[in-house]
């Protein structure tokens, strides 16, 4: 029993992380078709997990020299992807309490005038 609990535990492991690895990934895409404001970035991957979400936010640098507020080239966007991993393994989410938040940020600097994003 001990040896097969182990067993769906490293699977259960192997999904998280392929979980993780692809939030990241999707958020690194994302934000950069942001930054160059191309708007296939507003849908989020096809190879994100079910149950994804993407947002977006933008903030003013004080380097860049644009007013507060007033989004422009050298500003800042960031994407936000979440995703609530749901354990398959029944004994293994009463341990860890049945999912995890899975999320990554990405951020870049505002390429082209931003028209859909901020």
Do not use: W
Not at 61 to 89: C, I, L, M, R
């Amino acid at each position: 029993m001990p040896l097969l609990l182990l067993l769906f535990g490293i699977i259960e492991l192997g999904v998280v992380m392929y979980d993780k690895v692809t939030v990241v990934q999707d958020a690194r895409e994302a934000v950069r078709l942001a930054s160059v404001n191309d708007p296939s970035g507003h849908t989020i991957l096809s190879d994100a997990p079910a149950g994804s979400t993407l947002t977006f936010s933008c903030s003013t640098d004080p380097n860049s020299g644009n007013a507060q507020g007033a989004y422009n080239v050298g500003d800042k966007v960031t994407a936000h992807v979440t995703y609530v991993h749901n354990f398959v393994t029944p004994l293994i989410g009463d341990l860890f309490g049945g999912s995890i938040d899975l999320s990554s940020n990405a951020t870049m600097t505002l390429e082209g005038q931003p028209t859909s994003y901020c």
